[in-house]
């Protein structure tokens, strides 16, 4: 059990961004303060002035995110703060949702999920957007996904890879085990990718586990399961209006978060 300190009544203390990432740090106000329709503008912003959606889920939503999970943890602000934090940032996302690009099929079937027990979600949700618009064909299971039902989806589903999350180190043994249940099933040849903060903070897990290191954040994860299934990445992925593609904080896919 997590023990929270009660939260100040001054507002949370946070590194003040560069000026390059001023959305960053109104879209974290927004969600800090459960101001959905605020959040949105922000995003919507960023649209008008050519910013990419894969940027504003990197550079905006998932640094938020970051931010959001480390004032949690030095217990700035409440678990409740959190969710609603968090909940704002996956309204924001269903928002984005209808402005993304979609690279033509690649014809690669991906799964994604959190494994059982673990509720934090963003980094895989952020990770399948960016994935989709790549162009593979993405099955999103979200949090708390029982290994049965997850060995059962996959066998149906005979993805050409399967990356799974976990967040918090208790729910690393659900990872084990989802990982040698699909192994078992899937066979040898179906690629696996394990993340989220419990994998980076855990040395020598991969070894444990038998699946290769993942990439830190989620644009390395794209490039990652791109090299895996030997996919050439789509370049420009503009949002509405376009724009350059920028730097990606560091992190991992299932860190974002919540």
Known sequence: ????????TAPPAFAAPPASTAPTASYLKAILAGERSRAVQVVEQCLKQGMSVRDIHLQVIQEAQYEIGRLWQENQISIAQEHLATAVSQLVLSHLYRHLPRAPSNGKRVLLACVEGEQHEMGVRILADLLEAEGFEVKLLGAN?????LVTLALEMRPDLVALSASLSFHLQSLRRAVARLRESLGPTVPLLAGGRAVAWTPGIEVQLG???AAKD?????E???TILRVKRKTGMPGRGGGAQGRTPSGSPGQAGG
């Open 1 to 8: 059990m997590t023990i929270v300190a009660p939260p100040s």
């Open 145 to 149: 996904v029982p290994t049965d039902h």
């Open 211 to 213: 699946v290769p290191p």
């Open 218 to 222: 989620a644009k390395g994860m794209v």
């Open 224 to 226: 990652q399961v791109c």
